[in-house]
T-cell receptor, first 112, second 113 residues
């Protein structure tokens, strides 16, 4: 089945710096890759996603890049702010495309 | 307000005492699912439902049951809870299987002693 790895598990950056989280997947047929943000005490919320027919997608300070050949995709957050502190999850479709396999998560801390 | 609600938010129980965690969505979504979240393991799917009366196992279904009698509700049932089911549980819904964005509930923290 699909296997999703995520690195790093924890990340601390200074406010204003950039943060990058990387995920790798195993199924070359996967075609959709979402990123979820989970704030303390809340459920995950979709923040950005990318489909396999594009290599990059941006939404203000966040962007996602996809390398289909290497089977990895990354979340980029620029000009980080304290409210970016959260746990971030990547995901990829399972073999049948019916469900998603989530990465183990990255805890991002933005230090003032 | 469009949302997924779960009850209870916190629950402490003892081994073997049957419990139900309710989940309800008001977005007329067809697809609903349950996940458990454990440190270092991310979100793992327990069960999912593509529509009323249609349910299927996810990656970690052992010890859990679900039902989908109504479109809006998808309760998670633990017939005989054990300590290894101590976890944070999330219900999620999406418009249908091909609508990839999932909307998550606020979570239920379960402790089984």
């Amino acid at each position: 089945g699909e296997n999703v790895e995520q690195h790093p598990s924890t990340l601390s950056v200074q406010e204003g710096d950039s943060a990058v989280i990387k995920c790798t997947y195993s199924d070359s047929a996967s075609n959709y890759f979402p990123w979820y943000k989970q704030e303390l005490g809340k459920g995950p919320q979709l923040i950005i996603d990318i489909r396999s027919n594009v290599g990059e997608k941006k939404d203000q300070r966040i962007a996602v890049t996809l390398n289909k050949t290497a089977k990895h995709f990354s979340l980029h957050i620029t000009e980080t702010q304290p409210e970016d502190s959260a746990v971030y999850f990547c995901a990829a479709p399972d073999n049948y495309g019916q469900n998603f396999v989530f990465g183990p998560g990255t805890r991002l801390s933005v230090l003032p | 307000e469009a949302q997924v609600t779960q009850n209870p938010r916190y629950l402490i129980t003892v081994t073997g005492k049957k419990l139900t965690v309710t989940c309800s969505q008001n977005m007329n979504h067809e697809y609903m699912s349950w996940y458990r979240q454990d440190p270092g393991l991310g979100l793992r799917q327990i069960y999912y439902s593509m529509n009323v009366e249609v349910t299927d196992k996810g990656d970690v279904p052992e010890g859990y049951k679900v039902s989908r009698k109504e479109k809006r509700n998808f309760p998670l049932i633990l017939e005989s809870p054990s300590p290894n089911q101590t976890s944070l549980y999330f219900c999620a819904s999406s418009h249908d299987r091909s609508s990839y964005e999932q909307y998550f509930g606020p979570g239920t923290r379960l402790t089984v002693t």
